[in-house]
T-cell receptor, first 113, second 110 residues
């Protein structure tokens, strides 16, 4: 158990819908990272937050957004969902932004039908 | 650029050593990581090595880093059935994002 929690574990929704994935980092970690794992693209970095502020963006679509709240939990919002958005979404956390021992949560499996 | 490459499959007999290889292209990587993913589970951080080190040992795991060739390997001694999983090599870029390889599926046979 990494100490990072993610909810829900599974999510099934229809195309065009919007969903919110939630992540709670390990106690004491200030940085949260979101990754997408799909069969065709592998593990891709989406976005990072540090202490409530966006720090870095990767291959994140404009239909996707995220935020980190004052209690340091983070949410990833996916809208106008397409079939190709079906994937495992992982959240990871680390103590600080520069120290990159990232600990991963169990993931949320999103299926878009 | 960022491109981490790994072989896709490795089959090993129980009790033998496993060696998983990885090459990376970004010479500015500061940390290199090995993660393990079991079926239906998240990524477990196994070990990491800082770029100024050549070797790191942690119980049954040995990481070797050849900076000149940009080659990283993970050796698992006395491989057990519980070691069957997908192993990802990753490099850290710019201190925030991890760039992952495609993963090596390790199958341990009795």
């Amino acid at each position: 158990d990494s100490g990072v929690t993610q909810t829900p574990k599974h999510l099934i929704t229809a195309t065009g819908q919007r969903v919110t994935l939630r992540c709670s980092p390990r106690s004491g970690d200030l940085s949260v990272y979101w990754y997408q794992q799909s069969l065709d693209q592998g593990l891709q970095f989406l976005i990072q937050y540090y202490n409530g502020e966006e720090r870095a963006k990767g291959n994140i679509l404009e239909r996707f957004s995220a935020q980190q709240f004052p209690d340091l939990h983070s949410e990833l919002n996916l809208s106008s969902l397409e079939l190709g958005d079906s994937a495992l979404y992982f959240c990871a956390s680390s103590v600080a932004s520069g120290r990159t021992e990232q600990y991963f949560g169990p993931g949320t499996r999103l299926t878009v039908t | 650029g960022e491109d981490v490459e790994q072989s896709l499959f490795l089959s090993v007999r129980e009790g033998d050593s496993s060696v998983i290889n990885c090459t990376y292209t970004d010479s500015s990587s500061t940390y290199l990581y090995w993660y393990k993913q079991e079926p239906g589970a998240g990524l477990q951080l196994l070990t990491y090595i800082f770029s100024n080190m050549d070797m790191k040992q942690d119980q049954r795991l040995t990481v070797l880093l050849n900076k000149k060739d940009k080659h990283l390997s993970l050796r698992i001694a006395d491989t057990q059935t519980g070691d069957s999983a997908i192993y990802f090599c990753a490099e850290s870029l710019n201190d925030y994002k991890l760039s992952f390889g495609a993963g090596t599926t390790v199958t341990v046979r009795a």
